[in-house]
């Protein structure tokens, strides 16, 4: 599970007080660490009530039907997995026609940002991000260069704001791309709630109300600053795409590999709890032994939960593309 590391150490923009935990839990935070801490405090919570005496465990009847469904539960689990493979396979497979129409448009995309910085696009997404990013970054500092003496003053307070709004924020996803390590999720991460939507509107809105007061060459500038926007959204939606497609893959799989143990103890202790006398050891033993397979049991779905609960936040923070957004992906 070494695959698993390299995606679950990255993080996104850090908030501070209770905004940071819950981004951990909800994105930056290794999903095995996440299922591990619910399912422990669901053995604790066990634990605590075998050891209190409020569920003493001594007709283990009701712990048949336990470990039961637990079984059965695990084995839909792996229904689950199949649905996910056949989900990921069915973006999979494709005609030749179809690739190569999709190669086509990723490699004009991929040119279109290598003829305006003139320089040979990253096959890595972190290094693609990191030029387009810089371009964005040069176009708008250009801009708020030519605006300068050349336009009226409240377009010109209007375009500054802008400028510097997005020339602070490529500052901090070039920085966040430094200090990252690789991975699809933590290139996605640098941008997950990156949307200049009303940056976008706002240079329209200039344009339009001053276009006989702008010089061409501003005008032009503010295109180009829309259309570098434009580009890093479509490079957002992509990185999704393929992290959705890594991150399901890696659920179905490593479904199976928590299932399996969990399947295991389960019927290992049904078959403890067949004997005509109960259980072959004490209560003390009983207490501190049934919570502890039952966090076994729980684990797969802890993982599940914890690997869904990421992809459906990102999925809902990326939901509009420009020049739309929506209240989840403001920043």
Partial sequence: MDDATSDDRGGSKSGTGVGQPIQ???????????AAVLSAALGSSYLLLSISGAAPLVDTQPLLYVFSGLISGNFTLITVVVSINQLVLSRELRTPGQLESEIERTTDFREEVEAVTNRTAPAEPAGFL???????????????GLSVGSVPADA????????????????????????????????????????FAHEIQRLESVQRTHGEDIPATVDEAISDVRDRLREMDIARQYFKSMYLQVELSRLSRYLLYAGVPAVGTAIATLFVLTAAAGPPFGEPVRAVLFPTTVAVGVFPLSLLFAYILRTATVTERTAAITPFTTPEQEP
């Fill in 156 to 195: 010109r307070d209007e375009i500054d704001e802008i400028t510097t709004e997005i020339t602070d924020e490529f500052d901090r996803i070039d920085a966040h791309i430094e200090a990252s390590a690789d991975g699809i999720f933590n290139t996605l991460s640098m941008i997950l709630e990156t949307n």
């Fill in 130 to 144: 990191r030029l387009v990013a810089e371009s964005t970054r040069r176009d708008a500092q250009r801009l708020g």
């Fill in 24 to 34: 951990w839990v909800l994105l930056t935070g290794n999903r095995f660490a996440i």
